[in-house]
């Protein structure tokens, strides 16, 4: 079983930064393809970023591509999201997901595991 735990999340006004962090326990982090997605209040989640375990391919959303950087530590089991220039409509709690494939774990239909979520809220 694969744990995901995100942290990191809080209040922020627009133009602010947060960085979002998901421990993974379980299984061999480093064969997972990592992702983050996100749902707003009343609205279906969306998917925002997503890397390859070697960690040299990533995938945005294109509401988020120049603001927002997904990295990640192997060595330490994390996965990040830098998140700069935030905008209100950034509010949402954000899911960390593990999965096989960086283009299946993107499009949602590839991820075996989900966090429990961290909720960002940006004001004007």
């Known amino acids: 079983q694969v744990q995901l735990v995100e942290s990191g999340g809080g209040s922020v006004q627009a133009g602010g930064s947060l960085r979002l962090s998901c421990a993974v326990s379980?299984?061999?982090?480093?064969?997972?393809?990592m992702g983050w997605f996100r749902q707003a209040a009343g609205k279906e989640r969306e998917f925002v970023a997503a890397?390859?375990?070697?960690?040299?391919?990533?995938v945005y959303a294109d509401s988020v591509k120049g603001r927002f950087t997904i990295s990640r530590d192997n060595a330490k089991n994390t996965v990040y999201l830098h998140m700069n220039s935030l905008k209100p409509e950034d509010t949402a709690v954000y899911y960390c997901?593990?999965?096989?494939?960086?283009?299946?774990?993107?499009?949602?239909?590839?991820?075996?595991?989900w966090g429990q979520g961290t909720q960002v809220t940006v004001s004007s």
């Open positions: 997901a593990a999965g096989r494939m960086v283009a299946t774990t993107a499009a949602g239909s590839g991820v075996d595991y």
């Open positions: 379980g299984r061999t982090f480093s064969a997972y393809a």
């Open positions: 890397i390859s375990w070697s960690g040299d391919s990533t």
